[in-house]
Every structure is written in C-alpha cells, then in structure tokens.
C-alpha cells in the first residue's frame, strides 16, 4: 500500500476524535488555526518522545522480565509520553489570549494527544497493515487521549482556580497522575499476559473520566449563558427579565 494511502488511513481516527471532542467546547470554540498547530505539534511531540524510549526501552519485551516491564511502563513510556504532549501544548497554545476557560486546557491536551496518537497510527499500521487500525482508533486514540485529558483537567484548575489551590501545584499532580495512568495502562499490555486483558475496563474508566470531566469543564465556563436569561414568557414568547412578575408585551401574569 502506497504512503499516502497509509497516511489517510491513519489520520481518519485522530481527525475524528479531534472534531468529536472540540464539538464538546460549546460556548467558545477555539479558533481552529489553534486546533490544527497544536495537533502538528502533537505529532512532533513523538520525536522526542521516540529517542527517549527507543534509549531505555528495549526493542522487544517479549523475553523482558517483570521489573524491566515495570521500569519500561512507569518509569519511561508514561512519563516520557505525557510530559513531551504537556509540553507540545506549553509552547504555544497555553500562551494563546484564546486560553480563556477551563475547558481550553482539556480541548488543547486531548488535540496534542490524538496529534501524538496519529503519528503512532502511522507507524503501526505501515509495519502490521492497514486492519490494525480499528483497534487503534480506540486503544491508541483514545487512550492517549484520555491520559493527556486528565493533565489538561488539572491545567484548567490551576489556570482559573484560587491562589490557595494553584499552591498545591495541580499542574505537577495531573501530569503525575497521567503518566501513572499511561505507565498502568500500557504495564497491563506489555505483559502479554492475561493481565493484558484489564487495558479494557482501565480504557473504560478512562474515558469516563475524559467525558465526566469535560461537562464539569464546560458547566463551569464563564461564557456559558445563564439560565435566568433564558426565561421566556410562555404565553407571547418574548424574553422577560427574570425578575418580572408580568410579562410587558402581554400582560400574562407569572405563577412564582
């Protein structure tokens, strides 16, 4: 199969999965200018993520013992993995004006994510072949979104939160979180074992907390429209201020 084609294959999952979570941003979408950057970034992101492990890492862990298992999950991959998305986010749109609700942070982390996973596609279906690539956009895609969503929740408390939380250095507690989790995550596969089989109910709870901590972003999104600017007259249908007894277009009185 000819590059190009390989490249398609392996971007469908990654642009899928970027529009299905920017769509949760409702109130204020980032200019995707921002969007596209820092899915590019994402994508460079690999390459020093690459050297790192392909140095620490052995080739194969087929034969591996269970420390170096360990040691390659949680004290490499994870780690190395989630540290160079944080930073691929760092350097451009965390400094953006557009970086302006809690949510941005979670949007900006999973889009480097699906970025890094994208390039990983590539990598993995040009050496198994093209019918890899359904597992991927779940496991690969997914996942890594998933764990860098978890630093991106943490980023957007520090940025909006009170002095006396930013103290407890949130940022730091994300990326450790996230790298735990990715180091757990990929421990239960590298181990071809039966252990291997909890990567689903991990992947699960993952995503749950991706989509969970999403709403909770965007509920709290100070461009989100109140609910008693909302209020509508039933009667005439014209917008009533909140504090009316009456409507003024109509004279419908209101039951409070």
Not at 26 to 43: C, N, Q
Not at 47 to 58: H, L
Not at 209 to 223: D, I, N
Request: net charge positive; hydrophobic share 50%.
């Amino acid at each position: 199969m000819d590059p190009l084609t390989l490249l398609s294959i392996a971007l469908a999952p990654g642009i899928f999965w970027v529009w299905f979570f920017y769509k949760k941003d409702k109130y204020e979408p980032e200019p995707k200018k921002i969007i596209i950057y820092t899915f590019l970034l994402g994508v460079l992101a690999t390459i020093p993520a690459g050297i790192i492990n392909s140095i620490f890492v052995p080739s194969s862990l087929e034969k591996a013992g269970i420390l170096m298992i360990f040691f390659a999950a949680f004290i490499v991959v994870g780690p190395v993995e989630e540290t160079s998305k944080y930073l691929a986010i760092r350097v451009y749109a965390l400094k953006s004006k557009e970086f302006d609700e809690p949510i941005d942070a979670m949007i900006y982390s999973v889009t480097a994510a699906l970025g890094f996973a994208t390039f990983e596609n590539f990598l993995y279906i040009s050496q198994f072949g093209p019918s890899l690539i359904f597992m991927r956009a779940v496991t690969g895609c997914l996942g890594h979104a998933g764990f860098s969503g978890i630093f991106g929740y943490y980023l957007g408390k520090a940025k909006f939160s009170q002095p006396q939380i930013k103290k407890n250095n949130p940022v730091l507690k994300g990326l450790v979180i996230a790298a735990f989790t990715h180091g757990l995550f990929d421990f239960v596969l590298f181990t071809q074992t039966i252990l291997a089989l909890l990567f689903l109910p991990i992947l699960i709870i993952i995503v749950y907390f991706l989509t969970k901590r999403l709403a909770e972003m965007s509920h709290v999104s100070p461009f989100k429209p109140s609910e008693l600017t909302n209020f509508m007259c039933p009667n005439c249908k014209k917008n009533v201020l909140p504090s009316s007894n009456f409507c003024p277009e109509c004279g419908f009185k209101f039951n409070r």
